[in-house]
């Protein structure tokens, strides 16, 4: 077997590679025949053509040749014969290319498939009549019909043999296209009377080895004598068909005359070409020598035709000449879009320049009409590039994005430039694959949660919502708790998160009152590689919850001692006899307290205010009414539900101290305090008798350096000190103090009705403690207060303090063989 290789490679663009390579081969091999080493001609690894998918494209839906990737050659797949293959192709070939992807390459083959000897000569008819007349002159010709032979070269028709060769012998000429033309040429004149019936044998034979004939009888009748021949008035007749012609169409018409007269001068016409195509499209008229069409012209097939007309006469003297035919080509084939290779999925980090489909562009018509112009559809990120004759790629020209589109349906048109110009189109579908190139991105830049004080722990709280815009697995969220602290305490001991849903989650139970409010950064990671992420602040509010009660600040509540407020007879009404003073550590509505009077033993005598807690007389009182008042005061807030506390306060009804003390000792006996109160008293004469004799000193100390101690007291630094209760602190502006008030403090001898106070309503009085002694009294700022006569008997007196929202001084003096009594002292600051 003979091969022939030929490479011819060309790099192309867009990395692409388009190499030729030549074989030749005969025809009818068996299946499985070798026809080349792909692999080794074109330099490729026999790996190459596994993984990169290997195959043959063409155009033909009939494949002759496959591949084998494992050994890396060409095969005969199927039994090919030439003459079925290429018709009447001098050169027959079989053209195909080899794709290969990632990357994607082709190179083109093409495999010339050489004739054998397997067709023998023949004859499209088994006999030929010819009617000579006896006058024939020696050197008269008649022509013969050629033998056809589908075999092509030396194995087609080599020469003719005419036996026997009495009268007759055969010459062959060709003309200017290279074909034979067959005659027979009368050599002895013929004798009716001695032969009126001649047979001879026509054998055609060819080159091949071994050699093949075919023959064809020729019956000769002897006439009487015929001696003028039809004439052709050209020897060679042109005319043009259009392709797709009807039926019927008059191509042309040939003429040819005879001067004899009679039958010997009646021509009839016949086509003596024995090609199919011919005959099966042409007919002529016998009568008029009119060429018509009886099939179909297609300039695709054949782009023009010669036709061998024969002119005869009924004495059987003949001429020829030949009809070609051109066939002028219209505008009737659409371009056809062959998809080489492509790929359906194409990753969106892809770059620019990278080749997804390649296309093979065919267009039989010719000239303007074969040429093609291809494009696709505007606004897509690909353009189409020509890498060779009739091959486009598809490339990307811009950046992809899978999240602005995740999908193009590429629509490649392709357009002949014929009139009318003819079209076709092929749409292709890409799918484009998700790279992790988005971070997820919450809703809102920082939330803001609330939640009640005193949950469950566990209670979901809120839940943060991220989205990503990739897909997939990249498109999936995780919810992570950032580390942080809120008061030095990590915030996962406060809440947790939920990495799948982003639910917040209490992990223990919250208390308002010791934290309001804390952040914490919840962090939102996608599950790509790597991952990316978004942090987000989100803010938990705990809101009041109404979980604790009031509490009384004053009067302080004791088992050991009763304070008993008093409130003179000669009080007029709305007399402020003292004030409760509460508060609740809960906030909002939940603080608002109100006060109001459950037990009295008088109720005419006293009320209570609902928003300030004042006790005052709401009438005047009188000698009839009791000297023991106990009053139970009902303190609520405004929580719902409400919670609430009581105070017990006792006020004792009388113009001077002792009377009161004694009625307010009948209050110890009746609490069964006789044992506690011995001792108090007994500790409350030496503290007292001390203080007196402090202020004694004082009184006449001040006294004597009157004009010095006023301009000292005007000058001096010494602060007022106030003293504050821990854990209370004035909240939302809502004190339980919201007004100032006079209350009076008075020294008691037998003479309660002194009119001697140490301060008059439109004064201001402050008392001044000294840092170093506290609960010492050490100096008076008003001289007022000072005793006109110091070695007098300390008479009872009133010193009225000055209170403001943050401080309260309640000084009550009994004086009782000069023993001061401290009742009460206690500034509070109000939440």
Same mark, same amino acid.
């Given at each position: ?16 590679? &388009? ?7 005969? #025809? ?40 084998? &990737? ?17 018709? #009447? ?99 002895? *004149? ?31 009748? +002897? ?6 021949? !039809? ?107 062959? @998809?080489?290779?492509?790929?359906? @999925?194409?990753?969106?980090? $892809? ?58 349906? @590429? ?49 979901? /709280? ?17 919810? /992570? ?9 990590? +915030? ?37 590689? *790597? ?17 604790? $009660? ?67 007389? @709401? ?32 006020? $004792? ?50 006294? /004597? ?16 000190? *106030? ?44 008392? /001044? ?20 006569? !110091? ?35 206690? *500034?509070?600051?109000?939440?």
């Amino acid at each position: 077997m003979a091969r022939q290789v030929l490479l011819v490679f060309s790099l192309l663009s867009l990395c692409s590679v &388009r190499a030729q390579i030549n074989y030749s081969i005969p #025809e009818e091999m068996a299946k499985g025949s070798l026809v080349g080493n792909i692999a080794h001609d074109l330099g490729l690894d026999r790996k190459r053509l596994t993984s990169g998918k290997a195959r043959i494209y063409t155009k033909n839906s009939e494949e002759h040749i496959e591949l084998s &990737r494992e050994r890396g050659v060409l095969l005969v797949k199927e039994r090919i014969d030439r003459e079925a293959l290429c018709t #009447e192709m001098t050169l027959c070939a079989l053209h195909f290319q080899i794709i290969l992807e990632n990357p994607m390459e082709f190179y083109t083959v093409i495999v010339q498939i050489t004739d054998i000897n397997d067709n023998p000569p023949t004859f499209k008819k088994h006999e030929m009549r010819f009617k000579i007349s006896e006058s024939a002159v020696s050197g008269a010709k008649f022509a013969l019909e050629r033998a056809v032979d589908r075999d092509v070269g030396k194995n087609g028709v080599q020469r003719y043999e005419l036996k026997p060769t009495d009268h007759f012998s055969m010459k062959l000429h060709s003309d200017a296209h290279g074909n034979q033309k067959i005659e027979m040429v009368l050599q002895k *004149p013929l004798d009716r009377e001695k032969n009126d019936q001649l047979h001879l044998v026509l054998t055609a034979v060819d080159g091949g080895d071994p050699q093949m004939s075919g023959t064809m009888q020729i019956i000769i009748t +002897v006439l009487d004598a015929n001696d003028n021949a !039809p004439v052709f008035t050209q020897h060679t007749y042109k005319a043009i068909v259009t392709e797709n012609s009807p039926t019927g169409t008059i191509v042309a018409t040939v003429t040819a005359s005879d001067e004899d007269q009679g039958s010997n001068g009646e021509i009839t016409y016949s086509i003596t070409d024995t090609q199919e195509n011919v005959i099966t499209i042409f007919d002529i008229n016998v009568n008029n020598g009119d060429v018509s069409l009886i099939g179909p012209v297609d300039f695709e097939k054949s782009r023009y035709f010669q036709i061998n007309v024969l002119a005869s006469d009924d004495g059987g003297l003949t001429d020829y000449c030949k009809l070609i035919v051109d066939v002028q080509d219209i505008n009737d084939n659409k371009p056809e879009i062959n @998809i080489m290779s492509k790929s359906n @999925i194409i990753s969106e980090d $892809a770059k620019i320049n990278t080749v997804v489909t390649m296309i093979n562009i065919e267009d039989q018509d010719s000239g303007e009409n074969g040429h093609v112009n291809c494009f696709i559809n505007e606004n897509t990120p690909f353009d189409l590039k020509t890498s060779a004759n009739n091959f486009y790629s598809l490339v990307t020209d811009s950046e992809l994005d899978r999240e602005r589109s995740s999908e193009y349906n @590429i629509t490649v048109t392709c357009s002949d430039e014929g009139v009318p110009s003819l079209s076709s189109s092929v749409t292709l579908t890409l799918q484009i694959s998700d790279v992790n190139d988005n971070a997820p991105v919450f809703e809102k830049r920082s939330y803001e949660a609330y939640i009640v004080e005193n949950n469950t722990p566990g209670l979901s /709280i809120f839940t943060v919502k991220a989205t990503d815009a990739d897909w997939n697995q990249n498109a999936h969220v995780s919810y /992570i708790l950032e580390d942080s602290s809120v008061n030095g305490v990590s +915030v996962s001991s406060f809440v947790s998160v939920s990495a799948d849903s982003g639910v917040i989650h209490a992990v223990r139970s919250l208390d308002y009152e010791q934290i309001k409010d804390f952040q914490l950064c919840v962090k939102a990671q996608d599950g790509g590689s *790597p991952p990316l992420s978004t942090n987000v602040t989100v803010k938990i509010v705990i809101q009041d919850q109404n979980d604790n $009660a009031p509490q009384v600040l004053y009067p302080v509540q004791t088992g050991g001692s009763v304070v008993a407020e008093m409130v003179p007879r000669s009080a007029d009404v709305g007399y402020l006899v003292t004030k409760v003073v509460a508060v609740d550590v809960d906030s909002g509505q939940n603080s608002w307290l109100s006060y109001k009077l459950q037990k009295a033993t008088d109720r005419a005598l006293f009320e209570v205010g609902l928003q300030n807690g004042e006790i005052r007389t @709401i009438r005047q009182v009188t000698d009839k009414d009791a000297v023991k008042q106990r009053l139970t005061v009902f303190v609520k807030d405004n929580g719902q539900p409400s919670r609430s506390a009581t105070v017990i306060v006792n006020v $004792a009804v009388a113009d001077s101290y002792p009377e009161g003390l004694l009625e307010f000792t009948d209050f110890t006996h009746d609490k069964e305090y006789n044992d506690n109160l011995t001792f108090y008293l007994v500790l409350a004469l030496a503290v007292v008798s001390f203080l007196f004799i402090t202020c004694l000193v004082v009184i006449i100390s001040v006294k /004597i350096y009157r004009w010095r101690q006023s301009r000292i007291l005007y000058h001096s630094s010494l602060p007022v000190i *106030p003293y504050y209760p821990p854990r209370y602190s004035d909240t939302l502006g809502t004190g339980t103090l919201p007004h100032m008030y006079n209350y009076e403090v008075c020294r008691m001898t037998d003479s309660s009705k002194s009119d001697c106070k140490f301060a008059t309503a439109g004064s201001q009085n402050v008392l /001044i403690m000294d840092p170093s002694s506290t609960g010492t009294m050490q100096r008076i700022q008003n001289e007022k207060n000072i005793l006109d006569e !110091p070695d007098s008997p300390l008479e009872v007196s009133y010193l009225r303090l000055f209170l403001t929202p943050n401080i309260v001084h309640m000084w009550q003096l009994h004086l009782e063989n000069s023993i001061v009594v401290l009742l009460h002292s206690a *500034p509070w600051t109000v939440a």
